[in-house]
């Protein structure tokens, strides 16, 4: 039985004695506090990321487990962590696995709108959170340290918005702020008019965006 108790973090049940397995984002505390709580009453085993668990240099261990030679095609250095972590799961929830199916698991792993390349110098990636935009632009410095950033953005409006446009602030080189078709899309002109960039422009609507423009 696996029990979501917030986006990462999972507990696995798979007895009277559970397992809890949590990612890197342990760093939140008041988050750990409560995962540490809730291992404590069902008598679970907190298994951490980087601590009982790891991936370095394309190889994943735990415990008496090893798997070479790890490739994933998703960007980004918390893919590595999230891969981690599935391995972990399925391993302690009894599955036997072995080395070359997982490389193939890995090589083929894929989720639309997580740095989805779309083409060359074109990525689609659906962050919509402090974490997930924190994620991104670690990634894109990663991977992109000496390109310019062009940012095509939409938001709903139940998003901190705010606090996301000035984390892509940091890198954005240029910003492009498109209206699409959602009961909770945020107009673009507030976007336009709370972004400090010196270039930016707004698309009434996203079917405008010339892809090619910034390639």
């Not at 990612?23 to 601590?51: G, H, Q, W």
């Not at 639309?112 to 990636?125: F, Q």
Request: proline share 2%; hydrophobic share 45%; aromatic share 8%.
């Amino acid at each position: 039985i696996l029990n979501q108790l917030e986006p990462g973090w999972l507990i696995i049940i798979l007895m009277p004695i559970a397992q809890v397995v949590l990612p890197l984002v342990v760093a939140f505390l008041s988050l750990c506090k409560r995962m540490y709580k809730e291992a404590e009453e069902k008598n679970a085993t907190v298994i951490e990321y980087d601590k009982d668990f790891r991936v370095v240099k394309e190889r994943y261990t735990y415990k008496e487990y090893s798997f070479a030679n790890l490739n994933p095609q998703m960007i980004g250095e918390h893919q590595q962590s999230n891969m981690a972590l599935a391995i972990t799961a399925l391993l302690i929830s009894g599955f036997d696995l072995v080395e070359s199916q997982v490389q193939v698991a890995v090589k083929n792993a894929r989720l639309a709108g997580r740095m989805e390349k779309i083409r060359d110098n074109l990525y689609m990636d659906g962050a919509h959170n402090r974490a997930s935009v924190d994620a991104l632009v670690e990634t894109l410095k990663e991977r992109f340290p000496d390109k310019q950033i062009h940012f095509i953005v939409g938001i709903l409006k139940d998003k901190e918005h705010s606090v996301m446009l000035r984390k892509l602030e940091e890198i954005g080189s240029s910003f492009e702020f498109v209206n699409f078709q959602h009961e909770r899309a945020l107009d673009a002109i507030v976007l336009y008019n709370l972004c400090n960039s010196s270039s930016k422009v707004i698309k009434k609507d996203a079917s405008e965006v010339d892809f090619n423009e910034n390639s």
